[in-house]
């Protein structure tokens, strides 16, 4: 029989159809052809191709408002050509509110290898990463017009990653999503912190993947899509800002093994991987949602997501493969 499953701490739902149950094999992922590197906009040689970077990152550190070519760069921040926000709204009238779309968006280039695969990115280039998004976060996070940071990677042309070339977006909102807000009302309506529960029940759950002194790896009871994960802090943090080195260096380990583990089981799909955090008042969270089964009617006419593949059965597979990904030195 399906299960109706509620969302931990809100009033949300999703159906894990388990009497469906699929195997791995079963999402077959069509795959694109990489676009050629000579005509790649993200690639090292053609800056040129992109607005002006905002932070350009190398090995020595960030140079900020950095020239638009800067040998050897690991990681270049530039505005978004194709913006999702616009500053210019349309005059409300009184039907319809349009508040102004202001806002940022901004791409992270998080590879200067075209065909790098960032199940393959090094612990150190992970680390580099996660304090990139760390930065742009708090750069965002210190101006006023400003409700909320979305930092998430779409891999994959199903998932919504219109260039192959490995990537990270910004888009910066001047109001709280509704999920958001939700979320972090019940937080702050509860006497405990709704996430800290969820990481000590899950710790002992069938639905645990992997864990270390900080963080651990789960796949949600209220999972979305097949085989989706959380990453959670064991300390109650808020946001990327907070975290110490050592967690920093522990995360990157995690974020490998899971990426390592997605691609060794589901022949590398598509997937979104994003950030859930918040200046204060809320929990810190990863969530990381394949795109290999469709979004179709009844998902958009109940907004409850039919997910075949049970979280207790993603949980088995993808811990088996994360004991044996990396070692911690990877
Ligand atoms: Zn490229
Ligand atoms: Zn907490």
């Known amino acids: 029989m399906p ?15 388990s009497e469906r149950s699929k195997r791995p094999s079963d999402f077959p992922v069509a795959r694109a052809v990489p676009g050629d590197e000579k ?52 005059p409300a009238t009184p039907e319809w ?38 930065d742009r976060y708090v750069h965002y996070s210190n101006l006023d017009e400003v409700k909320y940071i979305s930092i998430f990677k779409n891999w994959g042309k199903e998932a919504g990653a219109s260039l192959s070339h490995s990537h990270s977006q910004i888009i910066t909102l001047p109001i709280l999503p509704p999920l958001m807000k939700r979320e972090q009302e019940a937080i702050l309506q509860s006497s405990f912190c709704p996430f800290c529960n969820i990481v000590e029940r ?16 789960i796949a949600p009871f209220y999972s979305l899509a097949p085989y989706e994960t959380w990453i959670l802090p064991k300390r109650h943090l808020c946001n990327l800002a907070e975290i110490k080195e050592l967690e920093r260096k522990s995360l990157a380990v995690l974020i490998k093994k899971v990426l390592g583990s997605l691609r060794s089981l589901l022949d590398d799909p598509p997937y979104n991987f994003m950030i859930f955090q918040q200046p204060f008042g809320y929990h810190l969270n990863i969530r990381i949602q394949t795109a290999v089964s469709k979004i179709a009617g009844f998902e958009k006419n109940t907004g409850i997501y039919i997910n075949s593949v049970p979280p207790e059965q993603a949980a088995a597979e993808l811990s088996e493969l994360c004991k044996s990904t990396i070692s911690p030195k990877g």
Request: charge should be negative.
């Open 3 to 17: 299960e109706l499953r509620r969302h931990y701490f809100l009033e949300e739902y999703c159906i894990i159809a």
């Open 39 to 90: 005509t790649c906009p993200f690639c090292p040689g053609n800056e040129e191709m992109t607005p002006a970077s905002v932070a350009v990152y190398t090995d020595k550190g960030v140079l900020s408002l950095g020239p638009e070519r800067v040998p050897g760069w690991q990681l270049r921040v530039f505005p978004n050509v194709f913006a999702a926000m616009v500053s210019s709204p349309m």
């Open 97 to 134: 509110i349009a508040l102004p779309g202001h806002g940022h968006h901004e791409v992270i280039v998080d590879s200067p290898l075209h065909r790098e695969n960032p199940a393959d990115f090094s612990l150190g280039h992970l680390e580099h990463l996660l304090l990139v998004y760390r």
């Open 202 to 217: 899950e710790r002992t759950s069938c639905r645990l993947i992997a864990e270390d002194e900080h963080w651990l790896l």
